[in-house]
Structure formats: structure tokens, C-alpha cells
């Protein structure tokens, strides 16, 4: 006997192997690809900016939503002979926010600079390490 339980947000819905047994009679609806919720990559077919995408890792709708989209959008629509030469302001004005929220947007150099530490304490074998330690004590 199947039955549906409501918690909270979430519907649990009960089914028995009887129910799992006959076909389906959902019927599947043509994707519209004029569909401005549907995901369609970052370059919607009319050419616009999709700021949906999951591809843009939520940076539209975060603290420097607007700043990120008005770099983005001035790269994208650039026509200088070096895209995007002409969106420095922008992208200044992105950075300068970012920079105000390190914990939700790292500095690159930061990140490397602590892997590259690790990394080269990783390659220092411990026996030449102590080997030098020896000599200079000699």
C-alpha cells in the first residue's frame, strides 16, 4: 500500500514493488528552446548573457553580482581590436570588491603561494635535509 508523508519542505512518497511494476503514464514535454528558465549554456541563442548558468558559480547573484556582471558584459559586447581592453574600470571595480570578501573570493596568489610552500616542503627528502644540517655543523 503506497501513501505520501509530508515533512517540512520535502513530500516522502511510500510506493510498493506492485506500483514499480506497471508503466509509467507521465508523458515528457518537448523541451521549448525559447525557454528563458531552461539551461542553455552560458550564450543564450539570441546572443544574450545567461546569467543563470551554473557554469558562472553563482558569481551574478553574489556581494559583486553587479560588478562581475558588468565586466562580463562589457567583455562579452567588446569590439576593440584586444577584447575586453576596454572594460579595465570594470574589471578594476570587480576586483576592488572582491578583495572586500576574501573568504568568498580567495586571492589566486594567496592559494598558489601556500601550495607551492607545501608542495616544496613535500619534495625535500628528509635525508638530505639532515644530510646539509650534518655538514654545516662539521
Not at 55 to 79: D, I, N, R, V, W
Request: charged fraction near 35%; proline fraction near 7%; glycine fraction near 6%.
Amino acid at each position: 500500500m503506497s501513501y505520501c508523508r509530508q515533512e517540512g519542505k520535502d513530500k516522502i512518497i511510500f510506493v510498493t514493488k506492485e506500483d514499480h511494476e506497471t508503466p509509467s503514464s507521465a508523458e515528457l514535454v518537448a523541451d521549448d528552446p525559447d525557454d528563458p528558465y531552461e539551461e542553455q549554456g552560458l550564450i543564450l541563442p539570441n546572443g544574450d548573457i545567461n546569467w543563470n548558468c551554473p557554469c558562472l558559480g553563482g558569481m551574478a547573484s553574489g556581494p559583486c553580482g553587479e560588478q562581475f556582471k558588468s565586466a562580463f558584459s562589457c567583455f562579452h559586447y567588446s569590439t576593440e581590436e584586444i577584447k575586453g581592453s576596454d572594460c579595465v574600470d570594470q574589471f578594476r571595480a570587480m576586483q576592488e570588491c572582491m578583495q572586500k570578501y576574501p573568504d568568498l573570493y580567495p586571492q589566486e596568489d594567496e592559494n598558489e603561494e601556500k601550495e607551492k610552500s607545501s608542495k616544496d616542503l613535500e619534495d625535500t627528502p628528509v635525508e638530505a635535509s639532515f644530510a646539509k644540517e650534518e655538514k654545516g655543523s662539521s
